[in-house]
């Protein structure tokens, strides 16, 4: 019985909270937009999860981060597969002597970022192609005769 007392006291005191946010001019709007919101989800027979992704998607917000790809695992064959380095060339861009490669695989020293950065490239495959483009040759191989050191 006191359990029953106790919820009719909830009860109570929610129904005067509601009350007193209704009469808020600013809850009143919300109040509005969310039976509007509401209607809308029940006209077009959605549940409510599906609703919200057609929200998300529309908004282009993304309900939960994508997952990250499992970790691949240890292996003999990986352990026993030797990584080769990738083959460095230094070239005269401007005044610098700059270390290039064939590809960064997205990784790139700090003298080559700071020469990406400083001719104004936030990537190193722009910053290649713009070198090559300005030094007037078709291959890496043909750069790397004209430019290196």
Same mark, same amino acid.
């Given at each position: $019985?006191?359990?029953?007392l106790a919820?009719? *006291?909830?009860q109570?005191?929610?129904?005067? +909270?509601?009350k007193?946010?209704?009469?808020?001019? +600013?809850?009143?709007?919300?109040?509005?937009?969310?039976?509007e @919101?509401?209607?809308?989800?029940?006209?077009?027979?959605y !549940?409510?999860?599906?609703?919200?992704d057609?929200?998300?998607?529309y908004?282009?917000?993304?309900?939960? &981060?994508?997952a %990250? &790809?499992? #970790?691949?695992?240890y *292996?003999?064959?990986?352990? /026993? *597969?030797?990584?080769t %380095?990738a083959?460095t060339f !230094?070239? +005269?861009? =401007?005044?610098? *002597?700059?270390? @290039?490669?064939?590809?960064?695989? =997205?990784?790139?020293? /700090?003298?080559l970022?700071?020469?990406?950065?400083?001719? /104004?490239?936030e990537?190193?495959?722009q910053f290649?192609?713009?070198? $090559?483009? %300005? !030094?007037?040759?078709?291959?890496?191989?043909d750069? @790397?005769? #004209?430019? =290196?050191?």
């Amino acid at each position: $019985m006191s359990k029953l007392l106790a919820l009719l *006291t909830q009860q109570k005191a929610l129904e005067a +909270q509601i009350k007193e946010l209704e009469a808020n001019e +600013q809850e009143a709007k919300v109040l509005e937009a969310v039976k509007e @919101i509401e209607a809308i989800r029940e006209k077009f027979n959605y !549940n409510e999860s599906d609703f919200v992704d057609v929200l998300l998607t529309y908004y282009n917000v993304n309900a939960t &981060p994508a997952a %990250k &790809p499992a #970790k691949r695992a240890y *292996t003999k064959k990986a352990a /026993g *597969t030797a990584t080769t %380095k990738a083959e460095t060339f !230094n070239v +005269q861009v =401007g005044k610098d *002597t700059v270390p @290039i490669r064939r590809s960064t695989n =997205g990784r790139l020293s /700090g003298e080559l970022k700071r020469a990406v950065e400083a001719a /104004g490239f936030e990537r190193y495959d722009q910053f290649l192609a713009d070198l $090559m483009a %300005k !030094n007037k040759v078709e291959s890496f191989d043909d750069l @790397i005769k #004209k430019i =290196g050191v």
